[in-house]
Every structure is written in C-alpha cells, then in structure tokens.
C-alpha cells in the first residue's frame, strides 16, 4: 500500500483544515488506517484511527470532540477532519495503515510522506 497525505496548510487558532490521504492498491479496504502527528523534537504521537470497515473510531484525549476521522473507500481515501484546532496541534500529520486500529506507530507497516498543519495564535 502507497500512501499520499495532503490538505496541510497554515491556519489561525479556530479555523479548520481537512487532511486527506490517498492510497494506492486495490486491498485498502482490507486495512486500518490511523493519522500520527509529530511536532519539532517531540516524538510521533497517535491522533486517531479507524477500523476497515469506518464503524470504529479511536481518538487521541487530546483531539475528541474537535477532530473526526472517515474513509470512503471506494475513492481508496482516509480524511482527518481538524476543527477548532489549537497551536498546540502544530505538526507534520502523518497518515499510516495497518492490519489493526492500533496507537502504536510500530503497529502500521506503511506510512505516507507527511504533511505540515502549521496553526498561528
């Protein structure tokens, strides 16, 4: 499985980004996907997953109730929608997939390259 992210941008505390990632391979509906993010110094952390079927999701404490993760896939496609984000969510967000709905980066083989969600005060 290849994996595209995109959508990141810069964006005042408040405002709204959707992160989209695209997967190659006909088998992705068979995998979970997950979204990392990792800021400056710090390590790769969880922000949310979901499971193959897109009726199970787990999110970050840090994230409930202002991010929501969704997969159409038939369009082969994961999508983080980011609302009332924060400075503090500024980070390159990383889409992943694996066999399992996991938090644990090591849990997902294939990673895409990363994109930047820069959020201002």
């Known amino acids: 499985v290849q994996l595209q992210a995109s959508g990141g941008g810069l964006v005042q505390a408040g405002g709204f980004l959707r992160l989209s990632c695209a997967a190659s391979g006909r088998t992705f509906s068979f995998y979970c996907m997950g979204w990392f993010r990792q800021a400056p110094g710090k390590e790769r952390e969880f922000v949310a997953a979901i499971r193959w079927s897109g009726g199970i999701t787990y999110y970050a404490d840090s994230v409930k109730g202002r991010f929501t993760i969704s997969r159409d896939n038939a369009k082969n496609t994961v999508y983080l929608q980011m609302n009332s984000l924060k400075p503090e969510d500024t980070a390159v967000y990383y889409c992943?997939?694996?066999?399992?709905?996991?938090?644990?980066?090591?849990?997902?083989?294939?990673w895409g390259q990363g994109t930047q969600v820069t959020v201002s005060s």
């Open positions: 992943a997939a694996g066999r399992t709905a996991s938090t644990l980066p090591y849990d997902y083989p294939y």
